[in-house]
């Protein structure tokens, strides 16, 4: 029941006991409920009334880096591979230049979109994630490998844009000005060279929708990602100044390649004892023609001008891999052991047994991890619970005898 004479909301009519709070005015009330209806109501019909920041005066606050210096925060994570640091530093770079620089003279500068080609476990990714710690603008790594075509079951393209959003907290001026990886690109590549007569759904019909992304438009994209449905409040996203890199192993361009440029990659024809300088040799020859052999639209294509490659990994490089980087794999098992209180220390025999298997059975950088993993297994399990260990040493011995009793033999190809 009410009580006499009790003050009411002048827009509900509830009273002041019905109501959280009841805001007094020299001549009407309003309570907490109206109010927060009014305030959504105002901002689905204005739109956000915050003031935009000027991204540009948010830029220039930031250190913007040299291309020299980024190959050189790259070099501190990523082993070799100088072509590939050279092209993303440089590309990176003249994205800055448009984004504080104004247009003079009706001279726009194009993105300069790269597409980065390289065998498994050959650092791409890794490239990726390190520049994103060096970077003052937004950036998100997707993978191509979860798109469909628009209405059918998997992810819109535009959700690429949606992971770019969370990195930046939503905020849509600066999103606009970020950068986007998507990794496995060819994984998206039509199986022949003639456009498909049917819906090829999470193939060439993911290309198609991504050109609209690459070129530059505005999309509406679902704030939180996912499927698109009608009643979802969708922002628009302007993806003119937002520079795109992609990267794929195209497994089995390199026959491609030979086949371009008249070279026989395998057979009798190949020179045995220099098989694998052939074959990296091959890869750097690669441009936008073999990869539309492969299998990725002329469009899209024309919208990633710059195709770099990455070399395969020799014995070296994996040994470095396994040293030298700030996130060494040797490293990161020496500060495992750490935190038990015991000191690893790894003799060279067995870096240079490590490198070997992972050269023989063709498991790239990546697949370092994974003999690491069969070698010292045994170790992390029983040496936490012997509390009077304070060292352990890995010898040549001890990797082969660990090895020999797991299952990489099967990993072999015949």
Request: proline share 3%.
């Amino acid at each position: 029941m009410s009580k006499q004479g009790e003050k009411r909301c002048s827009f509900c009519d509830r009273t002041e006991s019905e109501v959280n709070i009841l805001f007094t005015g020299i001549k009407g009330n309003i309570c907490d409920t109206c109010t927060e209806n009014a305030h959504q109501l105002l901002q689905d019909t204005m739109g956000d009334s915050k003031p935009k920041k000027n991204n540009k005066e948010e830029l220039k606050k930031h250190k913007v880096y040299k291309p020299r210096e980024m190959k050189e925060f790259l070099d501190q994570y990523v082993i070799g591979q100088d072509a590939a640091k050279k092209i993303i530093s440089v590309a990176i770079y003249n994205h800055y230049k448009r984004l504080l620089h104004p247009i003079h003279d009706d001279v726009e500068i194009e993105k300069s979109n790269i597409i980065m080609v390289g065998e498994t476990g050959t650092g791409k990714t890794l490239l990726a994630k390190s520049i994103a710690k060096l970077l003052q603008v937004p950036f998100a790594i997707v993978d191509a490998t979860v798109f469909t075509e628009a209405g059918y079951v998997g992810e819109d393209v535009e959700s690429i844009l949606s992971r770019l959003l969370q990195s930046c907290n939503y905020d849509v001026a600066a999103a606009e000005h970020g950068i986007v990886y998507i990794d496995e690109i060819d994984k998206l590549g039509r199986k022949g060279d003639n456009p498909s007569i049917t819906r090829d759904v999470s193939g060439e019909g993911v290309q198609q929708a991504m050109l609209k992304l690459l070129e530059g438009s505005e999309v509406l994209v679902p704030p939180q990602g996912g499927r698109k449905h009608p009643e979802q409040k969708m922002v628009k996203v302007n993806t003119q100044n937002i520079l795109f890199i992609c990267g794929g192993a195209f497994e089995g361009v390199d026959k491609m390649i030979a086949r371009r440029v008249q070279t026989s990659a395998i057979g009798y024809n190949a020179i045995k004892s220099t098989k694998e300088l052939d074959r990296a040799n091959l890869l750097q020859y690669v441009n936008a023609q073999d990869l539309r052999t492969f299998g990725l639209i002329p469009e899209l294509l024309g919208r990633l001008p710059i195709v770099t490659y990455l070399n395969p990994l020799d014995k070296p490089a994996l040994k470095r891999i396994l040293t030298e980087p700030k996130n060494a794999l040797i490293k990161q098992y020496k500060k495992l052991f750490e935190y038990e209180g015991i000191q690893l220390h790894v003799e060279e025999d067995a870096l240079e047994y490590m490198v070997d298997k992972a050269i023989e059975y063709k498991l790239g950088g990546r697949g370092l991890r994974a003999i690491c993993e069969m070698i010292l297994t045994d170790a992390m399990f029983d040496l936490p619970s012997q509390k009077e260990k304070e060292e352990f040493t890995l010898t040549l011995a001890y990797a082969k005898q660990m090895l020999e009793h797991s299952k990489l033999d099967y990993l072999k190809a015949a």
